[in-house]
């Protein structure tokens, strides 16, 4: 069957290997472009967040390239994103496609549905269990090492002495680790981006400004979605981190780790409930970013986006108490990059000053 | 003694829950100030207190704060999670951080309450809450037994009330005085038209500009959320095949399919707030279902603080014009064949 996903950062490698390895033909989605946004945006509700907007656009475009299943990661609230699936559905089905979407929920709080979904996917693709548990590593293994080159390619951007470089390597990285196909070679094809990417030209001696970048996990992950953000921070010469990568989230998703664990207690003073989304994450991450010095943060949300808006009414009163920058930046359809690269110069300004006067003040 | 002075805010949970809460208070040897009906001072009041991103309610709600905080010892406001036993059906995730929210953005408030209301839990949930709260006003024992029969007592009224269409505000009136209710205004209608929509906006008669009375004389029958019964609202999850993760949403679409399968009405109207979360969802379902039931006419209201009594009249209007017109191309069809 052809079967299609989500595009999510460059995840799309490991998703597209998994569906390969269970015995169906994977449909690989364009990347998003303007084209996907506006598809997104036609059918989806006006106020949908943009995660929705653009999925919805993605799907279309899988469509159109044939894909006859989809298959997605649900949820339970307390916020949106699990109940896209069912809208997603309802729209589709609208517009007169049999497209069918396959949404898999927590398999903790929908054990039985879970495992009939699953035992569905493997019967069409004539895959036994055990060729499903071994298909599990390898996509495992790519997931994380894309997240590993991806965040190398953060730190080492700010330092690169020819601008662009870093993107440049960057890509071809990217179309190094779609080929391999068995968890050596995987890990092999890692090492080689990893040394890659160490070998272009720095500058050491530069001292970057500190960004976090906190907010709604989907506009952090997809470069099309944020802008391309951090790429854009690091050519202007800054140290960016963010809250959230995908192999980790996939980690946590299934039990709280002990970084959560912290982030939300470190929450607790301005935010003392679950709101759904990552609400929580980005009040506790911004204290985190601010005891390890960072000099700023920026949050990003989805226009609309209910728990940042939340975080966002408090993050002030954090800001204030952590002494630390914060700047929000609500992402929307209309957003075009040159808007992005005003308000960053702005707030880069800012930081830089901050900073010489604190300089100033240690004399 | 001088009697401590508990504020409710008039407006979000005001509208389904302040008969209990007032009962329970009173009670108590409380007395409870609310703030006044919305008016465009609140709205002033909370747009300056609130993150402009957020809704107009949750706006309207900071105001209400804001113009309460003075007079009053204790803030109630509760931070509402979970009203029944179901696993996932929660508040809109700004009702969760509400307490928070507020308290981040307002400057002097008085001592809060913010007792987290689950009702998913133990066996007698709302009796531990009851007892939770008024543990924090020092109160224990059987007087706080008594004051949460009494105002379990007030409330069953007050939803029964509800179910018979008795006006909102009227309704609240009515079982706190302990007073029975004056009938509502009769018109003669023509129209069944289902006004769906979360209390807060629907009830507000601010908000949604005097809409019931204005309805009236155009000789429309309004139908609520409310207004249906209990049991035949919660029969209509089947239609989806999952529900919903908020409990106003859960009960606006459930509505929604009662009046589009069994009551029938000749038009839906969704009124919602402008830039609303949940209603992003629910709004896209509402026009989907009345559009593969019949087609049911289905029109949309979106609300924020621009919004003009004018421009919500014109529209529902040339609505009810439609659908008038509707009903008469109907009966042609029908002498003409029959
Ligand atoms: S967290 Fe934000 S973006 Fe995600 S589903 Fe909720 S509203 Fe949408
Ligand atoms: S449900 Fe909608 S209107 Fe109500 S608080 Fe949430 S976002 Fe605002």
């Given at each position: 069957m052809k079967i299609s996903f989500p595009i999510m950062g460059n995840s799309y490698l490991a998703f597209k290997q998994l569906v390969k390895d269970i015995g169906h033909e994977p449909i690989v989605a364009p990347l998003p472009t303007a084209r996907t946004m506006s598809l997104g945006t036609m059918y989806a509700p006006e106020f949908a967040c943009i995660p929705f907007k653009i999925m919805l656009g993605t799907y279309l475009e899988a469509i159109e390239k044939g894909a006859e299943v989809i298959v997605a990661s649900g949820g339970h609230g307390p916020c949106r994103a699990g109940y896209y699936g069912v809208l997603h559905q309802k729209i589709i089905q609208d517009l007169g496609y049999d497209t069918k979407i396959i949404v898999f929920d927590s398999i903790a709080k929908t054990y039985k549905e879970f495992i009939s979904k699953l035992k569905w996917l493997l019967k069409t693709g004539q895959t036994s269990w055990w060729q499903f548990l071994k298909a599990f590593r390898p996509a495992w293994a790519k997931l994380k090492a894309l997240d590993e080159i991806e965040i190398l390619s953060y730190h080492v951007r700010p330092y690169e002495i020819n601008t662009g470089e870093t993107t440049r390597v960057y890509r071809k990285c990217l179309q190094l680790m779609d080929e391999p196909i068995t968890p050596s070679d995987i890990k092999e094809a890692g090492e080689v981006c990893v040394q890659m990417l160490r070998n272009i030209p720095q500058d050491k001696s530069r001292k970057p400004l500190k960004i976090g970048i906190i907010g709604e996990i989907y506009v952090l992950i997809e470069p099309f979605a944020n802008l391309d953000i951090q790429a854009t921070l690091g050519e202007m010469g800054v140290y960016t981190e963010r809250a959230m990568h995908l192999f980790h989230w996939i980690k946590e998703n299934t039990k709280l780790s002990r970084h959560e664990k912290k982030v939300i207690k470190l929450a607790q003073p301005y935010l003392r409930q679950m709101i759904g989304g990552h609400g929580i994450n980005s009040i506790g991450e911004t204290v985190m970013f601010a005891e390890r010095g960072f000099d700023g943060v920026i949050q990003l949300a989805p226009f609309s986006c209910i728990p940042e808006i939340v975080a966002k009414g408090i993050l002030p009163q954090v800001s204030h108490d952590q002494e630390i920058s914060v700047m929000t930046i609500f992402l929307d359809e209309m957003m075009g990059k040159a808007g992005m690269q005003t308000r960053l110069e702005a707030f880069v300004d800012l930081l830089l000053q901050r900073r010489e006067h604190r300089l100033a003040e240690a004399l | 003694m001088t009697q401590l002075k508990i504020g409710f805010p008039r407006t979000l949970f005001y509208f389904l829950y302040y008969p209990f809460w007032y009962t329970f208070f009173t009670e108590l040897g409380c007395e409870v100030v609310t703030s006044l009906p919305t008016t465009k001072y609140s709205l002033d009041l909370g747009v300056e207190e609130t993150v402009n991103d957020a809704c107009l309610p949750i706006k309207l709600y900071h105001g209400h704060v804001a113009e309460l905080k003075e007079q009053v010892d204790v803030l109630f406001m509760p931070r509402m999670v979970k009203v029944r036993k179901m696993e996932t059906e929660v508040f809109c995730p700004k009702f969760l951080g509400l307490p928070d929210m507020v308290r981040n953005s307002i400057a002097d408030l008085p001592r809060i309450i913010d007792e987290k209301v689950d009702l998913s839990k133990g066996l007698f949930p709302k009796w531990d809450l009851c007892r939770k709260v008024a543990e924090q006003l020092e109160k224990r024992g059987f007087i706080v037994w008594q004051a949460y029969r009494q105002a379990q007592k007030c409330q069953d009224k007050f939803k029964q009330y509800l179910v018979q269409g008795i006006e909102v505000q009227e309704a609240i009136d009515a079982v706190i005085e302990g007073r029975i209710?004056?009938?509502?205004?009769?018109?003669?209608?023509?129209?069944?038209?289902?006004?769906?929509?979360?209390?807060?906006l629907i009830y507000d008669?601010?908000?949604?500009?005097?809409?019931?009375?204005?309805?009236?004389?155009?000789?429309?029958?309004?139908?609520?959320?409310?207004?249906?019964?209990?049991?035949?609202?919660?029969?209509?999850?089947?239609?989806?095949?999952?529900?919903?993760?908020?409990?106003?949403?859960?009960?606006?679409?459930?509505?929604?399919?009662?009046?589009?399968?069994?009551?029938?009405?000749?038009?839906?109207?969704?009124?919602?707030?402008?830039g609303c979360g949940p209603d992003a969802m629910v709004d896209k379902l509402m026009e989907l279902e009345a559009k593969h039931s019949g087609p049911i006419p289905f029109l949309t209201l979106s609300l924020d603080e621009q919004t003009g009594e004018a421009g919500i009249f014109t529209r529902i209007e040339a609505f009810v014009d439609m659908l008038r017109l509707r009903r008469k191309n109907d009966e042609n069809i029908f002498s003409h064949h029959g």
């Open positions: - | 209710c004056h009938e509502s205004k009769q018109f003669t209608t023509d129209i069944d038209l289902a006004i769906l929509g979360y209390p807060y008669s601010f908000v949604n500009v005097g809409l019931f009375e204005k309805l009236g004389h155009m000789g429309i029958k309004p139908w609520t959320v409310e207004m249906v019964p209990p049991h035949r609202l919660e029969a209509q999850a089947k239609y989806l095949p999952k529900s919903l993760f908020w409990y106003f949403s859960n009960r606006t679409i459930r509505a929604t399919f009662y009046y589009l399968h069994e009551k029938k009405v000749d038009g839906i109207v969704h009124v919602t707030a402008f």
